[in-house]
């Protein structure tokens, strides 16, 4: 069994779906939890869950907002051993109705949003010299779909830097890695169902069966999934696995 005691871990987006679900099995995996996004009441609520997790509002796209929080975190609970860059938004339009404005605000959520969590923390875990820096990409960074072409260029740049900061840090007991959900269940898949149901009429079922059938087990992914394969790479005996993009899909990619 991974255990993580001792271990001070950052989740972005930790308030809700698959960074909540990463925060409360982490916390009972024997880690210090500090959760960040936007809203204060997301975080307090998971914060409630486990006394191990402690919830400090930040925004992703803004370096300064993610330096003050590490300071905060590392003051109430030490240094930062692992990042999860969760935080996340996947928001659809067809390109040719897509504005520059759209287009940047994708790649600040999705892909500086994921450079300034990593930034903000690395630089503690050169310091000890042991750290995982892991991201929630998507099998949007493995192939395309129609109508979220920001998205999924965002999520191709995830796993670029993947790959990138892997080999720098090989050396230096640090491992960099994505993991690639299909779709699951959570607040960001409800909108996408409702986003299906506005713009096609179809009915609530036919929508989620729409989307299942992308899937080849017929089913959304939990996000328990994707959160067992993250304590998995946080685990010691890890330590070799780093620039890879891990698809957990039920093999759609
Ligand atoms: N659900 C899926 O089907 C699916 C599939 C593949 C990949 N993913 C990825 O999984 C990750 C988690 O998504 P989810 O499905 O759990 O959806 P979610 O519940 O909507 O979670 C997204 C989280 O990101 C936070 N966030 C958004 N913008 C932020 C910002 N600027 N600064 C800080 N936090 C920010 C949100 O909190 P605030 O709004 O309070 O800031 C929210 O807690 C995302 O990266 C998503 O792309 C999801």
């Not at 928001?91 to 109705?97: E, L």
């Not at 995830?158 to 720098?168: D, P, Q, R």
């Not at 609530?204 to 080849?216: E, M, Y």
Request: glycine share 10%; charged share 15%.
């Amino acid at each position: 069994m991974t255990d993580l005691t001792g271990k001070h871990i950052l989740i972005t987006g930790g308030g809700t779906g698959v960074g909540r679900e990463i925060a409360l099995q982490l916390a009972a995996a024997g880690a210090a939890v500090t959760v960040t996004g936007r809203r204060q009441a997301p975080l307090d609520e998971v914060s409630a869950q486990h006394s191990a997790i402690q919830a400090i509002s930040a925004d992703v796209t803004d370096p300064a907002s993610m330096a003050d929080l590490v300071r905060e975190a590392a003051k109430r609970q030490g240094p930062i051993d692992i990042t999860i860059a969760n935080a996340g938004a996947a928001d659809s339009k067809p390109f040719n109705r897509m504005t520059t404005e759209d287009w940047t605000q994708a790649l600040m959520i999705n892909l500086t949003g994921v450079f300034n969590s990593f930034q903000a923390t690395l630089p503690a875990m050169e310091r000890s010299g042991w750290g995982r820096l892991i991201s929630i990409a998507s099998t949007a960074g493995l192939k395309g779909y129609a109508y979220v072409s920001a998205y999924c260029a965002a999520k191709h740049g995830v796993i670029g830097l993947t790959k990138s900061l892997a080999l720098e840090l090989a050396t230096k007991g640090i491992t960099v890695n994505a993991v690639c959900p299909g779709f699951t269940e959570t607040p960001m898949l409800e909108k996408s169902i409702e986003n299906i149901m506005k713009k096609t009429g179809m009915d609530q079922a036919a929508a989620i069966k729409a989307l299942q059938a992308t899937n080849p087990m017929g089913r959304f992914i939990q996000p328990e999934e994707i959160a067992r394969t993250v304590l998995w790479l946080c685990d010691d005996n890890s330590g070799s696995i780093t620039g890879q993009a891990i698809s957990v899909s039920g093999g759609e990619v």
